[in-house]
């Protein structure tokens, strides 16, 4: 009785699960086969899954519009906005856990702070500061909001991770006859790894898929960041899906691959600080 | 014992201040960057921007001093109350959703062991993925045409094409739906932890007591489950009023304001209607509120931890 009733239990689980795995991946994989289909194909009555005749003829579609560039803009804005923040974040989050910075609690209070500002809040002032001093819609403007954005979390982020590398690590680095750079660099840095491999995923993502920052701080079609792009894509030629659908796969392609390569960082980075938090 | 000369102690304590102002001008060097970035990007803007909710600035002209006029046209207009209310129903429909959705994941989770893990990687990968992006592909799926994805299950089932994003009653909905689709599992991932703390003792006995799976869930898993769940909630709270890229991707609003919440009032305001002054003074509400919740979030779970201590 009891047995059957665990079995049932688990049946009705194993069920659940296999939906909501459908409701999930399941827009995403019509994504991916609209993207794949023939113009003619894409609307057939009843849909089809698998695409009769795969092409690419979507993908080569959005080169001839160039959409290639944007996303090299994307990836260059996004690539030195994290290496920036998680350079400067992690240094800061070294000093403050191994050095006597002074008013330190003020210091995390500033970068506690700033997380719980809304980032879009910002950007009306931001962006006619940025027009003055004339980095708006330029290729700074990108880099330098999601860094700052990433920053502070980068700190709180690796600040707890140097806490656990002893520090008679470091010491005995440099009994032995390494440099403070060579310490740092063979012993430090290894030791926060998953601390700056999560603030490096999390900032990717954050930049990566950023819309609102990209549309309001750069103009110019040459700056363009690829959610930006897609969307003026769907402007131009809004019954276009096999094309957008081929972008949302061109998109989604970066951050889904690196979540899938770092989500043991990712799920650790989030559940230790809510448990320990 | 050898008694220790005058003149090497006081060698030794200035070594001992040496260093310690050497380690505080390091660690003043090390932070430096990292505060000046903080500073100039996040903070001189809030306080700009907080200026110019003071100001009449129209079109990039700023025509002066305004005092709270901003302000008080901002609360004297009917439209920026419509939009807090519907915040506040995107805020909560999406965490009525959102919540019992993360736990019954974590729960399956955490009952199918190994391969609970590969389920929240899955359940994950929406999350990965851009608002703006995430808005497009439900677009396309919602699309009210014969061959479009929904059309198609609701013609299995006899039903019509529903044209669900231009229709004022089930845009909000549908836009709540599409928004949970995309950040409940990250809720899961905080209560699968939480799970994870408590001791499976305590099911065992349970068992040994005869508790009903339902007992065991109320009396043990609830209770020991409150303060993830309360993370989860103060979390997913400012993170849906906040959210604004998937309602510019799915709707911009519409159809008649219907999905205008105050973030996207906000965007509407400033970057398109370009009335900076009141879309300042509309983000020196958003902060506010913010602020609220924030304090509100530290609040509840400062006083929870005092309690366990």
Known sequence: ?277 | MVSVPASGTTTFTRSIEDAARAGRRIGTTLVGPAVLVVIAVNILPAFFGFYSSLRKIFFFGDEGFAGLDNFRALFADPVTWEAIGRSLIFTFGALALAVPLALLAALAVRELGARGRILLTILLVPWAMSPIVVALLWKWILLPSPGGLFASILATFGMPPANLLSNPTWAMPTVIAVAVWRTFAFAAIILTAGLGQIPKDLYKAAAVDGLTAMERFSRITVPLLAPSILIVLSMLTISYFNEVQVIIGLTSGGPIRSTTTLAYQLYLTGFVELDQGRGNAIAVVMFLINLVLIVGYVQLLGNRKGGEA
């Open chain 1, 1 to 277: 009785m009891n047995q059957s009733m665990r079995l049932s239990g688990r049946a009705a689980l194993l069920a659940a699960s296999a939906i909501a795995t459908v409701v999930v991946l399941g827009p995403i994989i019509w994504a991916v086969s609209t993207s794949l289909k023939s113009d003619n194909h894409i609307f057939a009555v009843p849909p089809r899954l698998i695409p009769d005749e795969p092409t690419l003829m979507h993908f080569q579609r959005l080169l001839a519009e160039g959409v290639q560039w944007s996303f090299l803009n994307s990836a260059f804005y996004t690539v030195v906005a994290v290496a920036f923040a998680v350079a400067v974040g992690g240094t800061a989050g070294y000093a403050l856990v191994r050095y006597p910075v002074p008013a330190k609690r003020a210091l995390l209070i500033l970068f506690m702070g700033v997380m719980s500002i809304p980032s879009y809040a910002l950007l009306l002032p931001t962006q006619v500061i940025f027009v003055r001093l004339g980095i708006f819609d330029t290729r700074l403007a990108l880099p330098i909001l999601y860094a700052a954005h990433v920053i502070p979390f980068a700190v709180w982020m690796t600040r707890a991770h140097f806490a656990t590398v002893p520090r008679e690590l470091e010491q005995a680095a440099l009994v032995d006859g390494y440099s403070r750079f060579e310490a740092v660099w063979k012993v430090i840095i290894p030791g926060a790894r998953p601390a700056l491999i999560a603030a490096s995923a999390f900032g990717f993502l954050y930049a990566w898929n950023d819309y609102i920052t990209a549309t309001t701080m750069v103009e110019s079609p040459d700056l363009r960041t690829l959610p930006v792009a897609l969307i003026f894509f769907q402007g131009f030629h809004g019954r276009d899906w096999g094309a957008l659908m081929a972008g949302v796969v061109i998109a989604t392609l970066p951050p889904v691959v690196l979540f899938l390569v770092y989500r043991r960082y990712l799920i650790g980075g989030f559940s230790e600080g809510s448990v320990k938090g």
